[in-house]
């Protein structure tokens, strides 16, 4: 067997299945910040302050098939010792993943955004929506993925777990790049607990961007479908836009509308955000205000933040 590449700080990363076991010798790379986040007035948010470092090992191998294994393992402040973990395999012929995070089991989304985005609830976040109508896909915590760039000039994606609540989640996902100039094309379509008739759920994603020189628009449109009859199906549109002033220096913005069939009105939520560079420090700020949350006419939310991080 080759003899595995050293690349630095070196760690027991364990004993992969493929090959002749050994030590991998692996390196660190850690990153270092801190978060201000600001809600309501009228809410009691706690601290304000938040600390995000992390430190992420890995290393890579060749089998004697020639296979790439690498292994990443992310140690982050938590109840576990693991944020991230992933072994993938690259088989010259496309790559599998095993992970602990959905990464490659999210479904396809072109909307630009350079800090966050009204798609997903940010650090003590706005509305109860915002995360629910773009679910992530598979969701155990545990998960298989295999990845190809090039089949018939499409990138295509497939992953697996665990139900929450029973069967296997699926995801499938194609995307097209540079269908013409600048313009992406995506769409995905996931399964989820299959095996569950009240928990159970249908995800369509169709989204699309175009890029043309520092400017990015995108479009997502979600669609869940669930068998109950007293589910809640929920229909959603996310449009966003990024302009990159300079090199270090980009701005964006985005909606996102969430569309219950059970409720009278839909949850919007919109988001300004701006990111700054200089060298290996990044601050990103964003106002994130949500109308109608948890579809009530009666209810807003908002939430500021500044985040400062340094890479090392």
Same mark, same amino acid.
């Given at each position: 067997?080759?003899?595995?590449?050293?690349?630095?700080?070196?760690?027991?990363?364990?004993?992969?299945?493929? /090959?002749? &076991?050994?030590?991998?010798?692996?390196?660190?790379?850690?990153? &270092?910040?801190?978060?201000?986040?600001?809600?309501?007035?009228?809410?009691?948010? /706690?601290?304000?302050? @938040?600390?995000?470092?992390?430190?992420?090992?890995?290393?890579?191998?060749?089998?004697?098939?020639?296979?790439?294994?690498?292994?990443?393992?992310?140690?982050?402040?938590?109840?576990?010792?693991?944020? $991230?973990?992933?072994?993938?395999?690259?088989?010259?012929?496309?790559?599998?993943?095993?992970?602990?995070?959905?990464?490659?089991?999210?479904?396809?989304?072109?909307?630009?955004?350079?800090?966050?985005?009204?798609?997903?609830?940010? %650090?003590?976040?706005?509305?109860?929506?915002?995360?629910?109508?773009?679910?992530?896909? #598979?969701?155990?915590?545990?998960?298989?993925?295999?990845?190809?760039?090039?089949?018939?000039?499409?990138?295509?994606?497939?992953?697996?777990?665990?139900?929450?609540?029973?069967?296997?989640?699926?995801?499938?996902? #194609?995307?097209? %790049?540079?269908?013409?100039?600048?313009?992406?094309?995506?769409?995905?379509?996931?399964?989820? !607990?299959?095996? $569950?008739? !009240?928990?159970? *759920?249908?995800?369509?994603?169709?989204?699309?961007?175009?890029?043309?020189?520092?400017?990015?628009?995108?479009?997502?449109?979600? @669609?869940? =479908?669930?068998?109950?009859?007293?589910?809640?199906?929920? $229909?959603?549109?996310? #449009?966003?836009?990024?302009?990159?002033?300079? $090199?270090?220096?980009?701005? *964006?913005?985005?909606?996102?509308?969430? =569309?219950?069939?059970?409720?009278?009105?839909?949850?919007?939520?919109?988001?300004?955000?701006? &990111?700054?560079?200089?060298?290996?420090?990044?601050?990103?700020?964003?106002?994130?205000?949500?109308?109608?949350?948890?579809?009530?006419?009666?209810?807003?939310?908002?939430?500021?933040?500044?985040?400062?991080?340094? @890479?090392?």
């Amino acid at each position: 067997m080759d003899k595995l590449r050293k690349v630095g700080l070196t760690a027991l990363a364990g004993t992969f299945a493929i /090959g002749s &076991a050994q030590a991998l010798e692996m390196s660190a790379s850690g990153s &270092a910040g801190f978060t201000y986040s600001s809600s309501d007035d009228d809410e009691v948010t /706690g601290e304000r302050f @938040s600390f995000g470092d992390s430190i992420t090992l890995s290393g890579s191998g060749e089998t004697d098939m020639g296979w790439t294994v690498t292994a990443s393992y992310e140690l982050d402040d938590g109840n576990t010792p693991y944020d $991230d973990q992933t072994v993938s395999i690259d088989t010259g012929n496309g790559t599998f993943f095993i992970q602990t995070n959905a990464d490659k089991g999210g479904h396809n989304r072109l909307v630009p955004n350079v800090y966050g985005s009204a798609s997903y609830s940010l %650090a003590n976040g706005v509305g109860t929506e915002t995360g629910k109508h773009l679910a992530d896909g #598979v969701t155990g915590t545990t998960n298989l993925a295999y990845t190809n760039s090039d089949i018939a000039g499409f990138d295509v994606g497939l992953a697996i777990s665990p139900g929450a609540v029973g069967g296997t989640d699926t995801v499938v996902k #194609v995307k097209k %790049a540079d269908l013409t100039d600048g313009l992406t094309v995506a769409a995905s379509i996931g399964t989820i !607990n299959p095996n $569950d008739e !009240n928990n159970d *759920s249908d995800e369509l994603t169709l989204s699309a961007s175009y890029a043309v020189g520092g400017v990015t628009v995108g479009y997502t449109h979600t @669609s869940i =479908d669930q068998s109950k009859a007293s589910s809640s199906d929920i $229909d959603a549109t996310h #449009v966003g836009i990024s302009f990159s002033v300079n $090199d270090d220096l980009s701005v *964006s913005m985005d909606r996102s509308t969430a =569309d219950n069939a059970q409720k009278s009105v839909d949850e919007e939520t919109t988001s300004y955000q701006v &990111a700054y560079t200089m060298g290996s420090m990044s601050i990103k700020a964003h106002v994130t205000k949500t109308d109608n949350v948890g579809y009530s006419s009666t209810a807003t939310d908002e939430n500021k933040a500044v985040a400062v991080s340094f @890479s090392f």
